[in-house]
């Protein structure tokens, strides 16, 4: 009777315990929960603020429903490619083309509607100082071969995906920019393009960039010749052939969450010895050392089924030093990585990179004050481009503030079409005119 009377004292002492515990972890789960809304919460707040930013035009209905972006945006799926046809695509009449994310004219709603209008707060991607490479295929007849591109293998043309003017790849199609000169790639560069990717399943889609070494002229039958950069919807990897020491980088790879499709922006930087990769606002591949030097680079688009591989919207730029250094050494930077919507002051979320590092500097070194100059190229009427360039020389303030930068060290000025840096007959000239002036005051 003891004995029985001991075990029952026994058990619910244990239920008791383990009841407490039990009850203890739950209050931790709800505590966790209530936190992870609360976080939620304000990144939703803050992506509002910013996205009021970013894009301007947006209405306020449409701000206060951040989740009714999602039925509205595109179904990339039942997007209908256009082959074929007479005549030219009809030019951008945008006086300021933003390649590389939106010359073609379509609005940012439909750019970046798949990307859950979420600010990119460490996206530190920053292009180039000079173009040396633009195509944003506004003036390509469709049907016919990319005019400012050489062909390899396969089948490529120029087509028209939505509002889009695109280079289409077909038969595992290999094409390289069209240069002046061979080994066109500086010491330190930048490639922008905007990479499509279906929503059918079963469909596997990769962008392949070769790179080349020296004079290694694009033998495509030689692999040993080349350095592949695979770009998926899912990551990115990379490998270095060499004899007897292949190397091979992957990246976020089946890891990577975000497998949106649509229109995704890619973003490559090598400097010298480093290689990242960015697939929208997040950094997919990291490599310190490379161990080479990429010399001339070509594109691929393949998929294991039939579906859309295109590419729009293709840069080039070359490299150059970090932002305080060129303020320090000229007293002001110009950037070309600050891109707008067609005809419009909203900023482009591709343009937080710059932004994000000029505002890091300002914070950094609280003496700095700008005078922001927004500069346009030749196309369009003078007093059209004045008002244009003051009106995005405003909206770059506005984004400084919102990112923590006090109004009173920014001041602002549209000067047009009043100082170009180079020819406007050309796409690369345009390109370099337009573009944005941080000068230190």
């Known amino acids: 009777m003891k004995i ?30 209530a936190e992870r809304k609360l976080e939620e919460k304000v990144e939703k707040e803050t992506s509002r603020t910013m996205d009021s930013v970013l894009n301007p035009s947006k209405k306020t209905k449409k701000q206060e ?73 506004t003036v390509e007849e469709s049907g016919e071969f990319p005019s400012r ?33 061979d080994d066109y790639l500086p010491e330190a560069f930048t490639i922008e393009f905007d990479a499509y990717f279906e929503d059918v ?17 694009l033998s495509v039958s030689r692999e040993e010749n080349y350095h592949p950069l695979h770009i998926q919807n899912n990551g990115a990897k990379f490998q270095i052939r060499a004899k007897g020491k292949d190397r091979k980088y992957n ?49 691929e688009g393949y998929s294991y089924r039939d579906g859309i591989r295109a590419i729009k919207n293709i840069r080039i730029a070359e490299g150059g030093k970090k932002l305080y250094d060129r303020v320090m050494s000229e007293g002001k930077f110009v950037t070309r990585g600050i891109l707008f919507d067609v005809n419009k002051a909203s900023i482009k979320k591709e343009s937080m990179g710059v932004l994000n590092q000029v505002a890091k500097m300002m914070n950094q070194h609280a003496d700095m004050n700008f005078r922001i100059e927004g500069h346009t190229d030749g196309d369009g009427a003078n007093d059209y481009n004045l008002q244009l360039s003051q009106k995005r020389a405003d909206a770059v303030k506005a984004a400084l503030i919102s990112l923590g930068i006090d109004a ?26 337009r573009r944005v002036e941080f000068i230190k005051l």
Request: aromatic letters at 8%; proline letters at 6%; zero cysteines.
């Open 4 to 33: 029985r009377f001991l075990l029952i004292i026994t058990m619910l002492f244990t239920y008791n315990l383990s009841h407490g515990q039990l009850l203890k972890k739950l209050k931790k789960k709800a505590e966790q929960a």
């Open 65 to 137: 429903s951040p989740d009714s972006s999602e039925s509205e945006s595109e179904q990339p799926n039942k997007k209908v490619l256009v082959r074929g046809g007479s005549g030219n695509n009809p030019p951008s009449n945008e006086n300021e083309n933003t390649s590389p994310s939106n010359g073609d004219g379509s609005s940012q709603n439909e750019q970046t509607s798949n990307i859950n209008h979420q600010p990119w707060a460490k996206y530190n991607f920053v292009p180039g100082d000079h173009i040396i490479f633009e195509d944003d295929l």
């Open 149 to 181: 591109w050489d062909l390899f293998q396969g089948t490529a043309e120029n087509a028209s995906l939505g509002s889009n003017n695109i280079i289409n790849f077909e038969n595992r199609a290999i094409i390289t920019p069209l240069m002046d000169k």
């Open 201 to 217: 399943p079963g469909t596997w889609q990769s962008y392949r960039l070769r790179f080349w070494e020296g004079q290694h002229h």
């Open 251 to 299: 990246g976020e790879g089946d890891q990577f969450k975000e497998n949106i499709p649509g229109w995704r922006h890619v973003a490559i930087a090598f400097n010298k010895r480093t290689l990242k990769v960015f697939l929208d606002q997040h950094r997919v591949l990291n490599i310190p050392n490379l161990n080479l030097k990429p010399a001339i680079v070509s594109i």
């Open 408 to 433: 009173s060290r920014l001041q602002t000025k549209g000067m047009g079409e009043t100082a170009p840096v180079a020819d406007n007959s050309t796409a690369e000239g345009k390109a370099n005119n």
